[in-house]
């Protein structure tokens, strides 16, 4: 898994940035690192990556404004904050605004790795949940407006996900979510 994800740290400690990049190279990930909010936002233009590694307190654009317009840009985007700032007001307002999670320095690069895995398993969950969703409107599309039955569709988006070889967890945990929220619009 890691040999193909890309991997932005963002740090204005340029030894930071340094260990984080060799560890997780050397772990297969493959690491671009930048020293202010600005250059930050400028490599996820340029860049497709599948997680950052942000600090808090930078030059210029704070981590903060940074988390917050990838947040805007990219909601499901895992961004991951790393800062000597200990302060429980700040790890909140992080979350909130969309961070997958917190970590204060000094870290274990063990601990940062291991926040990383859970942080892209939660953004592919999300993006096959959204992947189902599409092949569900796409089988409602195709269905009489005046009568759309719930196991209809049902039965044709998972034909239709095993067709696209989307494993049998992920259908049945989207078949368990779409059923939930049916149920509650109609409770």
Do not use: H
Not at 95 to 110: E, N, Q, R, S, T
Not at 122 to 148: H, Y
């Amino acid at each position: 898994m890691a040999s193909r994800i890309r991997v932005l740290i963002v740090d204005d400690e340029q030894v930071v940035c340094d260990l984080l990049s060799e560890e997780l190279t050397e772990r297969g990930y493959l690491c671009t690192t930048v020293l202010s909010g600005q250059e930050a936002l400028a490599k996820t233009k340029e860049e497709r990556f599948g997680l950052v590694l942000l600090d808090v307190r930078l030059p210029g654009l704070s981590g903060m404004g940074v988390l917050r317009k990838l947040s805007e840009e990219r909601p499901s985007f895992p961004v991951i904050m790393i800062t000597a700032l200990n302060d429980a007001s700040t790890a909140v307002e992080a979350m909130k605004l969309g961070a997958y999670d917190y970590i204060v320095k000094p870290f274990d690069v063990d601990q940062v790795e291991s926040c990383m895995r859970r942080a892209l398993k939660q953004r592919d969950a999300k993006s096959m949940a959204l992947e189902m969703d599409a092949i569900a409107r796409g089988v409602e599309s195709g269905l009489s407006p005046a009568s759309v039955p719930f196991s209809l569709v049902i039965e044709r988006t998972t034909d239709a996900a095993r067709q696209l070889a989307i494993p049998e967890k992920d259908i049945k945990k989207w078949v368990a979510e779409r059923s939930k929220r049916a149920l509650g619009l109609r409770a």
